[in-house]
């Protein structure tokens, strides 16, 4: 095995459940590098919040690159350079919020720093009583996030917008989300596919979060022109994912290896699996199948 390029998702991946990379991965990562192996970040994430973490792994000394909206944005690093770009219009988004609201499911357009949001009446009985169950702070919306029924997205988005509709003054997106308790998203999906499938890749992130994004666009669409800028190959790749818009980007590696904290499906299409995120998962891995052949 002669791997060139470590590709890592994100939430559920690469951080742990307080949302950190903890020493031991970061000592191994940091290893890996030392050797000559390039490192990419791949989330559905904006870039720009990434560029924190692609510090804390040294990138902006080895370089690397930083895959952004599952796939939409390609950023080279240390420079910040937007090697890809793609968005959604508005003429589809504003599709995706009727049938949010037909369905009664929270709709999100998710922008470079801002959300706009629809939330359905029918859950802010949920939202309140979570509220009150967690202690939330009141200056935090009411916006759910991948695992959560509401998460703090100030850091990444500072700017959040409850709406209704989505209106054209609004603009072009990065991507849109749909959010719902696990077992309200679980009878969705088949619904969403059959109306939008031909239209939109459909990543379902977690059991209670969705993503749509133009078709064709991913995190193995643009990993490809890594492979291409980096000069490597399939079999000189490996990636970490746990949720099932990793996918595309095991079907881009030789070596696709999924969290042991991964979705069923994503287990079903592994190389290998690793422990969870919480205990250190990647850094494992790399002693195991990377960091002791670097050294023979």
């Known amino acids: 095995m002669n791997i060139k390029l470590i590709v890592m998702d994100m939430d559920g991946t690469l951080l742990n459940e307080e949302g950190v990379i903890t ?6 990562l940091w290893a890996a590098q030392e050797t000559g192996i390039h490192l990419a970040i791949a989330s559905g994430r904006n870039p720009i919040g990434l560029m924190a973490f692609a510090k804390l792994l040294r990138m902006d000394r080895f370089g690397g690159y930083l895959v952004g909206i599952n796939g939409a944005m390609l950023v080279k690093v240390p420079e910040m350079r937007t090697l890809i770009r793609h968005q959604m219009p508005p003429v589809d988004i504003q599709d995706l919020f009727h049938y949010g609201r037909e369905m009664n499911i929270e709709t999100m357009a998710v922008h470079d720093e801002t959300i706009y949001s629809y939330i359905p009446s029918s859950l802010n009985e949920l939202k309140l009583a979570y509220r009150k169950e967690k202690n939330i702070d009141p200056a935090i919306m009411d ?10 997205h100030r850091k990444n988005y500072p700017h959040f ?43 379902r992130t977690s059991p209670r979060w969705y993503e749509l994004s133009p ?9 490809e022109e890594v492979k291409k800028l980096l000069g490597i190959t399939s079999e000189e790749m490996m990636c970490f994912g746990d949720g099932e818009n990793d996918l595309p980007m095991f079907s881009a590696c030789a070596y696709p290896i999924a969290m042991d904290n991964a979705m069923p499906l994503v287990k079903e299409k592994a190389w290998a699996i690793t422990a969870k995120n919480t205990e250190d998962g990647i850094a494992q891995a790399l002693r195991k199948y990377v960091l002791t052949s670097s050294k023979t």
């Open 143 to 152: 916006a759910a996030g991948v695992w959560t029924l509401i998460q703090d």
């Open 23 to 28: 020493q031991e991965t970061l000592n191994a």
């Open 215 to 223: 078709k064709g666009i991913d995190k193995g669409s643009a990993l």
């Open 161 to 203: 917008h409850l709406v209704e509709n989505y209106l054209d003054v609004y603009g072009s997106a990065n991507k849109v989300c749909f959010a719902h308790e696990p077992e309200v998203m679980d009878k969705f999906y088949p619904l969403l596919l059959k109306r939008f499938g031909d239209r939109f890749n459909v990543m």
